[in-house]
Nanobody, 120 residues
Framework: QVQLEESGGNLVQPGGSLKLSCAAS????????MGWWRQGPGNKRDLVAQITRDGVTKYSDSAKGRFTISRDDAPNTINLEMNSLTPEDAAVYYCGYQRNRWASGGPNYWGQGTRVTVSS
């Protein structure tokens, strides 16, 4: 069992920046990856960025060049730095944990979600 604790969602103005963090606890696999997915109203949950334990990253096209995912110094913690935010980035952001980085099907565990609102 893995628990995910998210933080950082907030209201930000267009063009602004925000940092999300996610800490995992429980039995963490050495082959795992963690990342962020987001879901806007009426939309499916889509990948934003993910990172493996050895630092291999993957970004959605909309996140490339604006968002940076990284591993924190704190154990099993990741950060997502988001810059140049637009109203299209507004969504509930979910931290996900995938036990096996090579498996299909996406995360095995999800956080509760943290809301990002981009509005003036």
């Amino acid at each position: 069992q893995v628990q995910l604790e998210e933080s950082g969602g907030n209201l930000v103005q267009p063009g602004g920046s925000l940092k999300l963090s996610c800490a995992a606890s429980g039995v963490i696999s050495s082959a795992s990856l963690m990342g962020w997915w987001r879901q806007g109203p009426g939309n499916k949950r889509d990948l934003v960025a993910q990172i493996t334990r050895d630092g291999v990253t993957k970004y959605s096209d909309s996140a490339k060049g604006r968002f940076t995912i990284s591993r924190d110094d704190a154990p099993n913690t990741i950060n997502l730095e988001m810059n140049s935010l637009t109203p299209e980035d507004a969504a509930v952001y979910y931290c996900g944990y995938q036990r096996n980085r090579w498996a299909s099907g996406g995360p095995n565990y999800w956080g509760q979600g943290t809301r990002v609102t981009v509005s003036s």
